[in-house]
């Protein structure tokens, strides 16, 4: 090789963005039966609407008012890779659409048959497609549905992981647009692998933040040509640039790293929770990923929306992870994608917990707890909040959680204890039904229904309830997707007269007369004890 094969180190600003058939992933786009739904209901339908009017997507993404709408944000001179990439999909992915078409057709023939009696004579009733993988089942209130055998879907055809690859680039530091309805094309400054997620090389990539490698085991690693090659040594340096003070030696720390991620520190344990981190070192306005400890032992998820299930960041810790703490799903219901089998299907070590379930470590536990409401009434069991005692710091992580039935948290008090730190999400205002659920709703719903269905957190005094339940001595607003980095995922936007700011200084007012440490959190801040 010409040039020098020494140590090399990832630059601090590398990303990398995981796609599924160029869509930038997340788990309702890889999860074997909401994919198909999503594919066939939301993305093909979206990319035919935008190849029949490219002008009208352009238009709408560029209108700040319509943020985080459903829109192709494509130039029309590249509308033709559109037309490819749909295509394709149509051609290579028609058993997933067969899949959402037979899922329909399974409960049109439950809600017309199944009528009380004996299931068994449906089942040679039912499509080809489903055969192995679904069983019939009443509730008590003699109500029919489909049960996805959601193991056995991720060893069909229905999980194919060559619908999966990764495009690993530089943060530019510009504000990236909106990204979950706009497929990712091909661009000079990108480096483009068609790798399956699990693929090791990501994990050989991503070790050279702490440890050195070199060019050529990168290459052989991630199977680059020359060109590629050529293209990753933008992404590498000669020097790490680690944070000397991402560990701690005594007592404990908490650091917001923005939205739902905090990272909880003694010296022998360190537990990040919701991992969305920015690869940006150059503000000095936040934590990166330079900040993070060498070892992580525990990642804690709330749950599976798609803005605490961060593919971009989890997959630049995959190796330095002991375990992914996951709330267990419902099992086989198809709006509550198992969130452990997603992420053991990605390569991580999982471990599923319910609420109460308890996991010791050398200077503390980690208890899980319930999480009430904030997915548009749906029964999604994938969910979960945390107490994290650490260092002698009791530490509630409440997320998107919602005080709809405050005396829940009367119960967990009782049983977990009183919390000195609340970290308490407050989007009261989230998007309606359809926004997130629209793929997997098997039964149409009005706009009306949508719009009183909606992802919210608490309300002033829904937040102000759980504190006093809690008795919590300290409470902080955060997941509230501001921070500038989030924007691809958030698309939120708030200014001082916006229902959720009114809403948390309402609650910080209440904190204030009630004696209690409050704050809303932005960018980055940081407790030690
Ligand atoms: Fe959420
Ligand atoms: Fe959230």
């Known amino acids: 090789m010409s040039v020098s094969d020494g140590p090399v180190f990832l630059r601090s600003n590398a990303i990398i963005e995981p796609l599924v058939d160029r869509f930038y992933a997340w788990m309702h786009i890889v999860s074997p039966a909401a994919a198909a739904l999503n594919l066939a209901k939301v993305q093909v339908p979206l990319l035919e609407s935008y190849l029949q009017n490219p002008q009208v997507h352009l238009a709408a993404s560029a209108n700040p008012a319509l943020r985080g ?12 890779e559109v037309a490819t990439l749909l295509d394709t999909i149509k051609r290579d992915r028609a058993d997933m659409l067969a899949f959402a078409d037979a899922i329909a057709e399974a409960n049109d023939l439950l809600r017309q048959s199944a009528t009380g009696f004996d299931l068994t004579p449906l089942y040679s009733k039912l499509p080809a497609a489903l055969n192995g993988l679904v069983e019939l089942a009443y509730d008590t209130d003699n109500q029919a549905s489909l049960h996805l055998l959601e193991p056995v879907l991720y060893t069909s055809r229905f999980y194919d992981v060559s619908r999966q690859s990764i495009q690993l680039s530089l943060e530019t530091g510009i504000e990236r647009p909106f990204i979950l309805s706009t497929p990712r094309l091909p661009g000079p400054d990108v480096l483009e692998l068609g790798i399956p997620f699990t693929h090791p090389g990501i994990d050989e990539l991503f070790g050279a933040r702490i440890a050195p490698t070199t060019v050529s085991r990168l290459r052989e690693a991630l199977e680059l040509d020359d060109a590629q090659t050529e293209q990753l040594r933008r992404l590498l340096t000669d020097e790490p640039s680690l944070s000397p003070d991402r560990h701690i030696e005594d007592g404990g720390r908490v650091r917001y790293f923005g939205h739902a991620c905090l990272v909880i520190q003694s010296p022998g344990t360190t537990i990040v929770t919701d991992p969305f981190i920015s690869a940006d070192n150059r503000h000095g306005d936040r934590y990166t990923l330079d900040d993070l400890p060498d070892r992580i032992d525990y990642v804690l998820i709330t749950h599976g929306h798609q803005d605490h299930i961060v593919l971009e960041t989890l997959f630049q810790l995959r190796k330095r992870v002991g375990a992914v703490v996951v709330p267990r799903s419902s ?4 709006c509550d994608p198992s969130i452990g089998l997603y992420l053991k299907a990605l390569g991580f070590t999982v471990v599923e917990v319910d609420d109460f379930d308890e996991i010791p470590f050398l ?10 409401g904030e997915h548009s009434d749906l029964d999604i069991r994938a969910k979960s ?10 530490i509630y992580v409440g997320a998107d959680s919602s005080g709809i039935d405050p005396v829940l948290y009367r119960y967990v008090r009782n049983h977990v204890g009183h919390a000195d730190m609340a970290f308490l ?12 659920y629209q793929g997997l709703l098997t039964r149409p719903v009005t706009k009306r229904m949508s719009d009183s269905r909606k992802l919210s957190g608490s309300n002033a005094q829904q937040a102000a309830a759980i504190m006093t339940e809690l008795g919590a001595d300290e409470a902080y607003i955060y997941a509230m997707g501001e921070e500038s980095w989030q924007g691809h995922v958030m698309a939120t936007t708030y200014n ?28 980055k801040r940081e407790w030690r004890w």
């Open 331 to 334: 099992r086989g219901n198809l």
């Open 496 to 523: 001082e007269d916006t229902f959720q700011i009114k809403q948390i200084e309402e609650f910080l007012g209440w904190c204030s007369a009630n004696g209690i440490t409050a704050e809303h959190l932005f960018n």
């Open 69 to 80: 709408g459903y829109f192709v944000n494509v130039e029309e001179s590249r509308s033709m």
């Open 363 to 372: 200077d503390g536990r980690i208890v899980a707890t319930p999480f009430l």
């Open 425 to 436: 999400g407050m989007e009261c205002d989230g998007a309606p039904l359809t926004w997130l």
């Open 385 to 394: 909040t945390f107490f994290v005692q650490i260092a002698g710091a009791n």
